[in-house]
């Protein structure tokens, strides 16, 4: 049986296994980053996602050889401000930042000072991507026109939004997904989410109550809204709580590049790379 990975799974998945509800210790997060980057399905991993606060407090040190050249995507959680501390200490220890994601204001507050400062810092990393944590609240189309301004003048920045997390207000509707995923097709600008895409399909969480989305519906809700679906056709796809439909929206589509939707963080790599065999979407021996 192939192992080889089709192209619209490339990257999808980050690994966030530092993050709740995984939680793992540093030391063992970065020993099984390793094993994945030289697992068959390394095509399917993106970087391994530390905050900055880890970076800042000297947590990563010895733990990368320095001729490694460790790549991870450091997460803003010290704000805009103390990103450029964390950025500096990464090269002497053998680490790039291959993406730098930061939240840009919390729920209910205006995301444009965030923004700007943001922006300012994207234009000093001369390409780095960057992604812009954007709350579905106050101020969201505002803020994906100034993201989709500064790509058009060059800028390596994007868009980020909370699909889950410990309260019920971080799970967006299937409406409101959809609003946002069509919004970003409109504006030719990518995206990143974060939080509660633990399984493929849509389902209730037994433990919590909570709705998950799944991230076989968002594939293929981003797959349609990226050839002109309606705000209401992507929201239907979003909905789908039986597998067989959302297989055959990306059937034929494997070998074509993923649009639109970058990819996820997850604290686990196993899970979804489990379902994406069980699909049918992923072929190869499970050695994870």
């Known amino acids: 049986m192939s192992t080889q990975l ?3 799974v490339a ?16 030391p063992d997060a970065v020993a099984a980053h390793r094993r994945h980057r030289a697992a068959w399905y390394a095509d399917l991993v993106g970087p391994l ?7 800042t407090a000297g947590e ?3 733990l990368v050889d320095p001729e490694e050249n460790f790549a991870i995507g450091l997460i803003g959680d010290t704000g805009v401000d103390r990103l ?14 291959r993406q730098v994601e930061v ?40 803020a994906l026109d100034v993201l989709a301004d500064a790509r058009t003048r060059g800028m390596s920045v994007a868009a980020k939004f909370r699909t889950g997390g410990l309260a019920a207000e971080l799970f967006p509707t299937p409406a409101e997904l959809a609003a946002v995923i069509c919004a970003c097709r409109d504006r030719e600008l990518p995206f990143k989410l974060t939080a509660g895409l633990h399984h ?45 439909p959302l297989v055959q929206a990306v059937d ?37």
């Open 6 to 8: 089709p192209t619209l």
């Open 11 to 26: 990257g999808l998945v980050d690994d966030a296994a530092v993050f709740p509800p995984g939680s793992a210790p540093l």
């Open 49 to 55: 996602l530390l905050p900055a606060s880890a970076i």
């Open 60 to 62: 990563l040190s010895g």
């Open 84 to 97: 450029p501390v964390a950025l500096s200490i990464l090269p002497p220890l053998g680490v790039t930042a």
């Open 103 to 142: 939240p840009v204001a919390r729920r209910g507050e205006d995301p444009q000072p965030g923004l700007t400062e943001l922006v300012k810092l994207a234009d000093r990393l001369d390409g780095v991507p960057v992604y812009a944590e954007v709350p579905l609240t106050f101020g969201l189309m505002g």
């Open 200 to 244: 493929a399909v849509r389902h209730v969480d037994p433990e919590t109550g909570f709705t998950h989305h799944g991230f076989g519906n968002v594939l293929a809700a981003t797959l349609a809204a990226a050839e002109g679906a309606t705000v209401a056709a992507v929201a239907e796809l979003l909905t789908v709580r039986d597998e067989r």
């Open 252 to 288: 034929g589509r494997h070998d074509a590049a993923r649009p639109l939707w970058v990819g996820f963080g997850s604290c686990s790599i196993v899970e979804p790379l489990t379902d994406l065999i069980r699909l049918g979407l992923v072929n190869g021996g499970f050695e994870a």
